[in-house]
């Protein structure tokens, strides 16, 4: 497996949840942007948050304060710190890796339920 998510769950409406990524050693190294996308129900796949192997980061406007993206050179994992979730953060999360020339990889998913 190449990109394997992991740390989803329920959780209640101002909760917590830390997601996973862990990426095999070349593609971790080689590319030069990875990412969380989200899709919920009935929804199109939508950019949660980015990194680029210098460590910039980018939100979509509605997780920006809530959500922090970050990535461990030593354990060759991506991160996502999912702070004050409400209900419509519920989707199916999904961690991605664009390598030069290689196009994107993606993990399997890990759904998120924020309910009450």
């Known amino acids: 497996v190449q990109l394997q998510a992991s740390g989803g769950g329920m959780v209640q409406p101002g909760g917590s949840l830390r997601l996973s990524c862990a990426v095999s050693?070349?593609?971790?190294?080689?590319?030069?942007?990875m990412g969380w996308y989200r899709q919920a129900p009935g929804n199109q796949r939508e950019v949660v948050a980015l990194?680029?192997?210098?460590?910039?980061?980018s939100y979509a406007d509605s997780v920006k304060g809530r959500f922090t993206i970050s990535r461990d050179n030593v354990k060759n994992t991506v991160y996502l710190q999912m702070n004050s979730l409400k209900s419509e953060d519920t989707a199916v999360y999904y961690c991605?890796?664009?390598?030069?020339?290689?196009?994107?990889?993606w993990g399997q998913g890990t759904l998120v339920t924020v309910s009450s």
């Open positions: 990194i680029t192997n210098g460590g910039s980061t």
């Open positions: 991605q890796a664009v390598r030069p020339g290689r196009g994107s990889y």
């Open positions: 050693g070349s593609i971790f190294r080689e590319s030069y942007l």
